[in-house]
């Protein structure tokens, strides 16, 4: 087990649109760190670029609140091809702590996305797994839940958010200092 460090909303490398994944077989050893990591942060969706990975892949875990059907999920190169719908949902994020806002998505996607071993598939998907998935593209094209609102309400979490923007970007800083 590998714990990984989660980003925070103010690090660069969540604000960029993340690259394809093109080599599937080192994949795997990374797949099971971001799951440890998610479990230990009592997330049920993580993003590559949260932990600080330039890849286009996601995991979730939607077992706890859904017990039915398949519920532990890898999606990679996921797209978005057509949505329908809409809901709200009040929506946390591993990157923003503390931070919940009720966001209006599409209920309804198709999602064309690669398997673990680059298999293709397209499937229509509703709810929470559907609610989740837009969660975690979004990341992976550097879109938080907080361009998803008005700006009304992102002003009621302003403090707060550059207080978390502040503290990601001086610890972008002590990373750096290591890579050299
Ligand atoms: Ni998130």
């Not at 499937?123 to 094209?141: C, F, M, P, T, W």
Request: charged share 30%; glycine share 6%; with cysteine.
């Amino acid at each position: 087990m590998a714990l990984m460090e989660v980003v925070h909303y103010g690090d660069p490398i969540l604000r960029k649109k993340c690259k394809p994944v093109e080599d599937y077989k080192k994949l795997s050893g990374l797949i099971d760190d971001m799951f440890d990591t998610m479990y230990e942060e009592n997330g049920i969706g993580l993003a590559a670029n949260q932990v600080g990975v330039d890849l286009n892949l996601f995991i979730i875990d939607i077992s706890d609140i859904e017990e039915e059907g398949e519920s532990i999920h890898v999606f990679i190169n996921g797209e978005i091809i057509e949505s329908s719908g809409e809901s709200w949902f009040e929506e946390g994020c591993l990157s923003i702590p503390d931070i919940r806002l009720d966001v209006k998505r599409p209920e309804t996607i198709t999602f064309k996305y690669q398997d673990e071993s680059g298999h293709e598939h397209t499937k229509e998907i509703s709810g929470l797994l559907a609610r989740a998935i837009q969660h975690e593209v979004d990341h992976l094209n550097g879109v938080f839940i907080v361009d998803r609102v008005t700006s009304t309400t992102k002003m009621t979490v302003d403090k707060t958010l550059k207080a978390i923007k502040k503290d990601a970007l001086s610890k972008v800083k002590y990373r750096k200092a290591f890579v050299l």
